[in-house]
Every structure is written in structure tokens, then in C-alpha cells.
């Protein structure tokens, strides 16, 4: 109770109304609203949502040489992974937050308005995540997945890495409590040049991981170079399986069955192979990631066609940030048409984000979450990769290149 107000006079001054959102009007040559095509309508927006995708009132913004595409989501990103390393142990977690900025700025301006991060150091995701939110970051919409859980394989005892199904569980909640939207467990070996399969989590250790996510009520993404820790992933129950090659038909069918999402993330050992000077790695890793890539390929080609989902993710590190949505152009060589490799990056990620409600597609109510780009994406999916043109979240315009 505010002193001297009466209760009635409180609940009026609660009860005022709020100045009106923001409204705004872009009037596009074509709408892809994830899945149906309008031409020659307008976008509307209230606040940082969609009000209305149809008719133009006066005075609506001109984009009439654009198509309209849902804000797209990177479902595997790593936005806290920077290359320097410039300060002492202590004040890492606050400088990575700080180098990460320009991270999350080139992803955003790629047309990526949401991702999913699998795994940070120190929290520094979480850090990230609600600073954007707050609006004082400029990037895209993060669901985090804080420490991502490893077996152990060294003498030292990290936050992450756990032995056996209780210690699995353990540091599964740990990140939970400390404020991740998501969980990633890593069930093989290979990373960066090291594109070795081997499977570190046993299933019972799996399985665990996937209870105590699921138990309270969040998703779980497991990555696997291999087959086996592919198999055991999606038999332990994951909600996606991260990277995975040389899959076999049963752990395919499997997938099929349980609608267990598919992120292979091809094109980030493209990243690798063309930067590998500049990463340090010797000339023959070239080789292992090269044939990495083909048998990347061709189990995504295998999987699409036998029906498995799939959403996209970059696995972007580093210097890679911008280059995110790439990932489609692999996922048109493994046999989507380009609305389908469209929608991987759009409905199916909001979908395996539990956020189909509110995100993926242009429609109302949904976040106006809004990419411009050059061109027909439905017919040349190079034109989402490479001719985005202006970028809108949340209602705001957060880069502009159309003049
Ligand atoms: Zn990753």
C-alpha cells in the first residue's frame, strides 16, 4: 500500500493503461510465413509482435522489393568461443562476455534472431542471454545450455565432467539450477581437427542424463562424431542428436520413430578445413575433416530420406559467426528443396525449442522476428545465406542495409 491512497484509487493507477506498443507497417513484395507465400502484403506489427500479415494501411514502410522470411534459428551455436585468451583465470568469464558481443552481433545480422548454445564456460552464456533480454547486448534470443557435461578424462575435476549415472545427474541439475534452458551432454570423442568417434558416456550414464533433463521439464541435445554414441543417444531418449556420421539403419529408423530432431552441423568442419592455418592445425588434419564432411553428407542425405527431422545448427566458433545459416546449402545437397532447408532453419527449430508458438513463423501473435531478404529464397536457398538485407527482432529493426 502506497501511504496515503486508498485501496481504490491504488487499483486505478494499477489499472491505467499502458501507453500503446509501437506500431509499425512494411509492405513486402513477397511473405514466406514458414510455410505459406503471400505476395504484396504487409507486415504489421505491435510491440515486438506480429499483428497482422495482409492488408496495407496508409503510410506503410516500403519493402516491396524484399521477401519476408521468419527470423531464422541457429539450434547449435557457441557464441561465447573466442579466440583470445588475453586475462587471468579469474576475470575469464567476465572478458569472454565482453569479446562475445561482436558474436552475437554478426549472428543476428545474418538473419539468425534465435539460437540454441551448447555449451559455455563460467556461465558466460547465461551472462549473455539475459543481457540481450534486458536489451542491453545487441544479438540474438538465447536458450542456453551453461556447462555442457563430459565424462572426465583428465586428473583435474571440472564443473562438467561427471563418472557414472548419479554423477551424470548431478551436474545434469547443476546446470539447471544455475539457470540453462537446455542441456548438452557430449557422448563421443572429436572436436575441431579431432574427428574421432569415440563414444565416452555409456547409455545407463545417457539415459541419466536424458531423466534428470527431462524430469524437469527441459530438452536435452547430445553430440556424437559416431555411430554408437549415436545409437545410444537416441535410444537413451535425447530430443536431438548433434553432428553424428556413419549412422546405421537402425539407429536411423529409430530416430524416425521417436522423432528425435537431427542437427549434423556439416558445415562447421567446412569452417575448420578452410581455416586451418589460421587455427593452428597441421596440414593432414585437412584431410580427416574433408572426409569427415562426405560421410557427414551422406548420412544426412540417408537420414533425410528416410524421414528423419531435421533443424539447423552451425556449431559456430570463433571467427566463423555470420557464416551460420551456411548450413542450408548442405542440407539442399543432402535432397531438401529449398523451402524445406527453409523450414529447418525456422519452424523446426522453434519447434525443438518448445517455442512453436511464439517463434519460427510470420503469423500473429508470434515475436516479430523478421529477415529481408534479396531475392527468392523458396527457389535459390543462397539467397537467405547471402542476400539478407535487413533484419528485424522483436519489432526492432537491428540492421538495415536496404538503402
Ligand atoms: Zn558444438
Same mark, same amino acid.
Not at 553424428?244 to 546405421?248: E, I, K, L, W, Y
Not at 592445425?281 to 588434419?285: D, E, F, K, L
Not at 555470420?322 to 551456411?326: A, D, F, L, V
Given at each position: 500500500m502506497i501511504y496515503g491512497m486508498s485501496v481504490r484509487s491504488l487499483a486505478a493507477l494499477m489499472l491505467l493503461p499502458v501507453a500503446p506498443a509501437f506500431a509499425a507497417s512494411y509492405r513486402f513484395g513477397t511473405v514466406w510465413d514458414g510455410d505459406q507465400v503471400q505476395k504484396n502484403v504487409c507486415l504489421n506489427t505491435q510491440g515486438d509482435k506480429i499483428q497482422s500479415v495482409g492488408a496495407c494501411p496508409a503510410g506503410a514502410i516500403d519493402m516491396s522489393r524484399y521477401t519476408a522470411i521468419p527470423g531464422m534459428i541457429d539450434v547449435h551455436t557457441h557464441l561465447t568461443y573466442v579466440q583470445e585468451n588475453p586475462v587471468s583465470l579469474a576475470g575469464r568469464g567476465a572478458a569472454v562476455v565482453y569479446l562475445s558481443a561482436a558474436n552475437a552481433k554478426k549472428t543476428l545480422e545474418a538473419g539468425v534472431t534465435t539460437v540454441r548454445d551448447l555449451g559455455a564456460q563460467n556461465y558466460s552464456d547465461i551472462a549473455m542471454r539475459d543481457l540481450i533480454n534486458k536489451g542491453l547486448m545487441k544479438g540474438p534470443r538465447m536458450f542456453v545450455a551453461g556447462y555442457g557435461v563430459q565424462v572426465q578424462r583428465s586428473t583435474n575435476v571440472t564443473p562438467n565432467t561427471a563418472t557414472g549415472p548419479a554423477e551424470v545427474m548431478r551436474v545434469v541439475r547443476l546446470q539447471m539450477f544455475a539457470g540453462a534452458d537446455v542441456i548438452k551432454m557430449y557422448g563421443s570423442t572429436g572436436s575441431g581437427q579431432d574427428v574421432t568417434q569415440f563414444e565416452t558416456f555409456t547409455f545407463e550414464e545417457m539415459k541419466a542424463a536424458v531423466d534428470a533433463a527431462h524430469a524437469l521439464g527441459k530438452r536435452i541435445a547430445i553430440h556424437s562424431y559416431g555411430p554408437a554414441g549415436a545409437r545410444d543417444a537416441v535410444r537413451a531418449g535425447a530430443d536431438s542428436l548433434e553432428h553424428? #556420421?556413419?549412422?546405421?539403419d537402425a539407429t536411423i529408423a529409430d530416430m524416425v520413430q521417436r522423432k528425435t530432431w537431427y542437427v549434423p552441423t556439416i558445415d562447421h568442419n567446412r569452417y575448420y578445413a578452410d581455416n586451418y592455418k589460421m587455427l593452428g592445425?597441421? #596440414?593432414?588434419?585437412v584431410g580427416g575433416l574433408n572426409d569427415y564432411i562426405a560421410r557427414n553428407l551422406a548420412t544426412a542425405t540417408k537420414a533425410w530420406r528416410a524421414g528423419v527431422r531435421f533443424a539447423m545448427g552451425s556449431d559456430v566458433v570463433y571467427t566463423m559467426f555470420?557464416?551460420? #545459416?551456411?548450413e542450408l546449402g548442405w542440407f539442399v545437397k543432402a535432397g531438401m528443396t529449398a523451402g524445406q532447408a527453409l523450414k529447418a532453419a525456422t519452424v523446426n527449430g522453434a519447434e525443438l525449442l518448445g517455442q512453436e508458438k511464439s517463434l519460427g513463423m510470420l503469423r500473429p501473435g508470434y515475436f516479430a522476428d523478421v529477415v529481408a531478404v534479396e531475392g527468392d529464397p523458396l527457389a535459390d536457398v543462397q539467397v537467405a545465406i547471402e542476400k539478407v538485407r535487413w533484419v528485424m527482432k522483436g519489432g526492432e529493426v537491428v540492421m538495415d542495409k536496404t538503402k
Open positions: 553424428a #556420421t556413419d549412422m546405421d592445425y597441421p #596440414t593432414q588434419a555470420g557464416e551460420n #545459416t551456411r
